[in-house]
T-cell receptor, first 112, second 112 residues
Framework: DVKVTQSSRYLVKRTGEKVFLECVQDMDHENMFWYRQDPGLGLRLIYF???????EKGDIPEGYSVSREKKERFSLILESASTNQTSMYLC???????????FGSGTRLTVV | QKEVEQNSGPLSVPEGAIASLNCTYS??????FFWYRQYSGKSPELIMFIYSNGDKEDGRFTAQLNKASQYVSLLIRDSQPSDSATYLC????????????FGKGTSLLVTP
């Protein structure tokens, strides 16, 4: 089975900190995605990547950046964390030419 | 902005009944549709996908797609208490290849 691993299950950070959320997949998938999930707002796409060193903005990229230096790893960066970035962050991956994702277990980030 | 609309529920059905979950989408260009199940506190998992008009069956699950009406549904036969979860409908994100655009989900409760 495909495994998508997110480095932290729970994270508490202070306002203004730079935060790194890491995601690693072990099945050589080309496509990787970052979403956030909030009650009443559902899953919203932040950034995605189809290949190493490439990135595309999703629906809500403001305040975030990403890095994909290796095929298996896709990092989400909060440049200066704010309280409105408190959320559940979900990473997902899929093979090229397939649209069905496998999700990681999520990182619940709290910014205080 | 493309929309995927779902009734938030909760939809309550008795054990053994058929649960019918519905989804409408706004973009006539959407080509593929996905149903994910998400248990409380867990990440979404893919149940099934459908690309063509008509029905697609997989075990107790049937996905139905009507592109003319921009409507997709998921039927769960012989519903079990273990089917109680939130069901997310998704289609392809606008101009984003393999990125998915999710509805906010329908909460299903199967009562013994």
């Amino acid at each position: 089975d495909v495994k998508v691993t997110q480095s932290s299950r729970y994270l508490v950070k202070r306002t203004g900190e730079k935060v790194f959320l890491e995601c690693v997949q072990d099945m050589d998938h080309e496509n990787m995605f970052w979403y956030r999930q909030d009650p009443g707002l559902g899953l919203r796409l932040i950034y995605f990547s189809y290949d190493v060193k490439m990135k595309e903005k999703g629906d809500i990229p403001e305040g975030y950046s990403v890095s994909r230096e290796k095929k298996e790893r896709f990092s989400l960066i909060l440049e200066s964390a704010s309280t409105n970035q408190t959320s559940m962050y979900l990473c997902a991956s899929s093979p090229m030419n397939e649209r069905g994702y496998t999700f990681g277990s999520g990182t619940r980030l709290t910014v205080v | 902005q493309k929309e995927v609309e779902q009734n938030s529920g909760p939809l309550s059905v008795p054990e053994g009944a058929i649960a019918s979950l519905n989804c409408t989408y706004s973009d006539r260009g959407s080509q593929s549709f996905f149903w994910y199940r998400q248990y409380s506190g867990k990440s979404p998992e893919l149940i099934m996908f459908i690309y063509s008009n008509g029905d697609k069956e997989d075990g107790r699950f049937t996905a139905q797609l009507n592109k003319a009406s921009q409507y997709v549904s998921l039927l769960i036969r012989d519903s079990q208490p273990s089917d109680s979860a939130t069901y997310l409908c998704a289609d392809n994100f606008e101009n984003s290849g393999y990125a998915l655009n999710f509805g906010k989900g329908t909460s299903l409760l199967v009562t013994p």
